[in-house]
Nanobody, 124 residues
Framework: QVQLVESGGGLAQAGGSLRLSCVASGRTFSRYVMGWFRQVPGKGREFVATITWNFGRTYYADSVKGQFTISRDNAKNTLYLQMNSLKPEDTATYYC?????????????????WGQGTQVTVSS
């Protein structure tokens, strides 16, 4: 079993920045993928960014390219999402996820483990 705990959400003004963190514990992986998704009421979970744990290959949703940066600290088993130039449309609950697949994935169903979510609110 893998446990994921997000933190770092909060309130920011448009143009501001936040950094989300996700600490993973429990079962270890030799090859796996992690990612960030976000969700607003009335809509499905939206892909944001993904990274492979071992080699750090990244992939971003078009909507956040050049704005968000995904990274990881292998020694700390921690995933990060640096969010810059925040916009009101970035307001959502952000979820950390982990999967056994050794490739980047944008699909919710490819991730078996999920955190509880952390709320990000961006004011105009």
């Amino acid at each position: 079993q893998v446990q994921l705990v997000e933190s770092g959400g909060g309130l920011a003004q448009a143009g501001g920045s936040l950094r989300l963190s996700c600490v993973a514990s429990g079962r270890t992986f030799s090859r796996y993928v992690m990612g960030w998704f976000r969700q607003v009421p009335g809509k499905g979970r939206e892909f944001v960014a993904t990274i492979t744990w071992n080699f750090g290959r990244t992939y971003y949703a078009d909507s956040v390219k050049g704005q968000f940066t995904i990274s990881r600290d292998n020694a700390k088993n921690t995933l990060y999402l640096q969010m810059n130039s925040l916009k009101p449309e970035d307001t959502a609950t952000y979820y950390c996820a982990a999967g056994d697949h050794p490739f980047p994935s944008t699909r919710v169903n490819d991730y078996a483990y999920w955190g509880q979510g952390t709320q990000v609110t961006v004011s105009s």
